[in-house]
């Protein structure tokens, strides 16, 4: 069974660039939930998408965006990047059966 | 809204002492409760969950009991190893917006075991 995988690792951007960052769930998972955890703090949930379509939301401007494929795999789009975007983003699959979910090794995103 | 307060920390700890991180949280209905555990440069993974009131979850030596009444679900273990130094979140899990189940995290608890 294949865990959740994330590409890239780290990532370095300039204030005002786009960044994509891209997720693959785990094998028989159909939702991938993304969140962004700054140094020192817990996860804050960004985004979930089900079925292809985001089906929840946190507190976060629109800048923020995401897709999913129909083979599950996700990514999260970021424009006009901010110093405060700095941190790491997790992606976490799950299935609809069961509440728990299963985070990949996340994305470490600098913005100098 | 969902909040989980977390025990501050850091906490240090002998090899075999007796571990409590203190978990409580506020939230409507009914959610779900977990501990995740977060090595150094890693991602989060599952420790235990519990999904009602008085389930007790437990994984390599880890308990924790959902609480109801104290709203709170405190992670033990007996006798904690040096390889257990990690930080620990408590997180809820409840159905918010549209239909997603998303996570609320606390803060998380960095724990030390010296040998």
């Known amino acids: 069974e294949t865990g959740v995988t994330q590409s890239p690792t780290h990532l370095i951007k300039t204030r005002g660039q786009q960044v994509t960052l891209r997720c693959s769930s785990q094998?028989?998972?159909?939702?991938v939930s993304w969140y962004q955890q700054a140094l020192g703090q817990g996860p804050q949930f960004i985004f979930q998408?089900?079925?292809?379509?985001?089906?929840g939301r946190g507190n976060f401007p629109p800048r923020f965006s995401g897709l999913q494929f129909p083979n599950y795999s996700s990514e999260l789009n970021v424009n006009a990047l901010e110093l405060d975007d700095s941190a790491l983003y997790l992606c976490?699959?799950?299935?609809?059966?069961?509440?728990?979910?299963?985070f990949g090794p996340g994305t470490r995103l600098t913005v100098t | 809204g969902d909040s989980v307060t977390q025990m501050e920390g850091p906490v240090t700890l002998s090899e075999e002492a007796f571990l409590t991180i203190n978990c409580t949280y506020t939230?409507?209905?009914?959610?779900?409760l977990f501990w995740y555990v977060q090595y150094p440069g890693e991602g989060l993974q599952l420790l235990l969950k519990?999904?009602?009131?008085?389930d007790k979850g437990s994984n390599k030596g880890f308990e924790a009991t959902y609480r109801k009444e104290t709203t709170s679900f405190h992670l033990e273990k007996g006798s904690v190893q040096v390889s257990d130094s990690a930080v620990y979140f408590c997180?809820?899990?409840?159905?918010?917006?549209?239909?997603?189940?998303?996570?609320?995290f606390g803060s998380g608890t960095q724990l030390t075991v010296l040998p």
């Open positions: 976490a699959s799950s299935s609809t059966s069961v509440d728990e979910q299963y």
């Open positions: 094998s028989g998972h159909n939702t």
């Open positions: 998408y089900y079925r292809e379509e985001e089906n």
């Open positions: 939230a409507t209905g009914y959610p779900s």
């Open positions: 519990a999904t009602k009131a008085d």
């Open positions: 997180a809820l899990s409840r159905v918010s917006s549209g239909s997603a189940r998303q996570l609320t």
